[in-house]
């Protein structure tokens, strides 16, 4: 698995964790987010990113910004998409299994460091169940033209 890790200025923090939590396991990644405290616009890192992502570039995106609000807006614009907005354990492990959520967002200043470790651990180990629920995301590539 290859991993597209972004954010704004508001997400520095979780994104070192999550960037650390992802050395632990072994999985291969980049960070392509802001590296400063000034403010800047999110869609600049979203966008890009999340057509990476979409390009086949990486398997997923892990998505950190003060709330992860902006960032799941800007990345679910780009057709491909499916990104969730996550901050709790069982949201992280029902988008994998139900929706096959290709992006996670998350807000630096929503959750804690320690859950945000885990939220993103449980995330990047949960597969797509598939089933019943792989009819529901070809309804939204059918949507999108693919």
Not at 18 to 47: H, K, N, Q, R, W
Request: proline share 2%.
């Amino acid at each position: 698995m290859k991993v597209l890790i972004t954010g704004d200025h508001a997400g520095l923090t979780l994104r070192s964790e999550v960037a650390d939590l992802m050395d632990e396991m072994g999985i291969e990644y980049e960070d392509a987010g802001a590296s400063c405290t000034t403010s800047v616009d999110y869609p600049d890192y979203a966008l890009p990113a999340a057509e990476r992502i979409a390009s086949g570039e990486f398997d997923r995106g892990i998505f950190i910004c003060g709330t992860g609000i902006g960032m799941s807006i800007a990345a679910n614009k780009v057709k491909g998409i499916r990104c969730a907005l996550v901050h709790d354990v069982f949201s992280a492990r029902a988008t994998r299994e139900h929706n096959n959520s290709n992006v996670l967002a998350m807000g630096e200043r929503v959750i804690g460091p320690s859950l945000g470790r885990e939220i993103a651990k449980v995330w990047l180990e949960t597969e797509f169940q598939g089933n019943r629920h792989a009819k529901r995301i070809e309804k939204i590539h059918s949507y999108e033209g693919e």
